[in-house]
T-cell receptor, first 112, second 115 residues
Framework: QKEVEQNSGPLSVPEGAIASLNCTYSDRGSQSFFWYRQYSGKSPELIMFIYSNGDKEDGRFTAQLNKASQYVSLLIRDSQPSDSATYLCAHQGGTSYGKLTFGQGTILTVHP | GAVVSQHPSRVICKSGTSVKIECRSLDFQATTMFWYRQFPKQSLMLMATSNEGSKATYEQGVEKDKFLINHASLTLSTLTVTSAHPEDSSFYIC???????????FGPGTRLTVL
C-alpha cells in the first residue's frame, strides 16, 4: 500500500464548478497534511495545510481532514481555467519530522 | 510565504561531468532543507534531508557519494551531482521549512539534462 494515494485522474470540470480532490494515507502517526499545486515545468506551490480534523477554508479552497478515516480532501469552488494543474497531496509523518511524503498527484483540467 | 531560490534554473552538461545546484532561503534561516527529484509525469521523491552543520540524511536507494550535499550555512545548501549520466537527467527541487509550522517552501527547481 502506498503511503499516500490520490484519486486517479485526470479530472476535468467545467469553469465555475466545484473540483474535488481526494487523498488517503496509511501512516496513522501523520500529523500535518498539505496540498500543493504544480504547473507544468514549475515547482510546487503550497495551497493549504491542515492539522486538525474538520474543514479549513481559504478563499475558494477548502481542505477537509478526517484522521479516523485517514482521509484528506481539497475542494475548489468556482473553478477557473487557471486552476488547471497537477495537485499534490503530502503528509508529514510523526516519526519523520519535517519530511514530506507526496502522493502521485491528480491532474485537474478546468475547461471554459 | 517564505522565498527559496535555486541556481541554476537549467543546466545541460556532458556525461561524466559534475554539476552543482545551489538552494538559498532568502528571507528566513533554514536549519533543514530538503532535496527532491522529479522525473517526467511522476511525483516528487525525497532524495535527502540537509542539516546545517551536519551530514545529510539520504533516503533509501540514493547514493550519497554520487549526490553530495553540503549545508554550510543557515541560508545555503548545495547539491552536487558527481559524474552525471543521462539517467540523472531530472528536475531537482529543494525546499526549506519553517519547522515551527511544518510548512515547506519550494525553490523554483533546476532542470538537469545530461547528454
Amino acid at each position: 500500500q502506498k503511503e499516500v494515494e490520490q484519486n486517479s485522474g485526470p479530472l476535468s470540470v467545467p469553469e465555475g464548478a466545484i473540483a474535488s480532490l481526494n487523498c488517503t494515507y496509511s501512516d496513522r502517526g501523520s500529523q500535518s497534511f498539505f496540498w500543493y499545486r504544480q504547473y507544468s515545468g514549475k515547482s510546487p506551490e503550497l495551497i493549504m495545510f491542515i492539522y486538525s480534523n474538520g474543514d479549513k477554508e481559504d478563499g475558494r479552497f477548502t481542505a477537509q481532514l478526517n484522521k479516523a478515516s485517514q482521509y484528506v480532501s481539497l475542494l475548489i469552488r468556482d473553478s477557473q481555467p487557471s486552476d488547471s494543474a497537477t495537485y499534490l497531496c503530502a503528509h508529514q509523518g510523526g516519526t519523520s519530522y519535517g519530511k514530506l511524503t507526496f502522493g502521485q498527484g491528480t491532474i485537474l483540467t478546468v475547461h471554459p | 510565504g517564505a522565498v527559496v531560490s535555486q541556481h541554476p534554473s537549467r543546466v545541460i552538461c556532458k556525461s561524466g561531468t559534475s554539476v552543482k545546484i545551489e538552494c538559498r532561503s532568502l528571507d528566513f534561516q533554514a536549519t533543514t532543507m530538503f532535496w527532491y527529484r522529479q522525473f517526467p509525469k511522476q511525483s516528487l521523491m525525497l532524495m535527502a534531508t540537509s542539516n546545517e552543520g551536519s551530514k545529510a540524511t539520504y533516503e533509501q536507494g540514493v547514493e550519497k557519494d554520487k549526490f553530495l550535499i553540503n549545508h554550510a550555512s543557515l541560508t545555503l545548501s548545495t547539491l552536487t551531482v558527481t559524474s552525471a549520466h543521462p539517467e540523472d537527467s531530472s528536475f531537482y527541487i529543494c525546499s526549506a521549512g519553517d519547522l515551527g509550522l511544518g510548512e515547506q517552501f519550494f525553490g523554483p527547481g533546476t532542470r538537469l539534462t545530461v547528454l
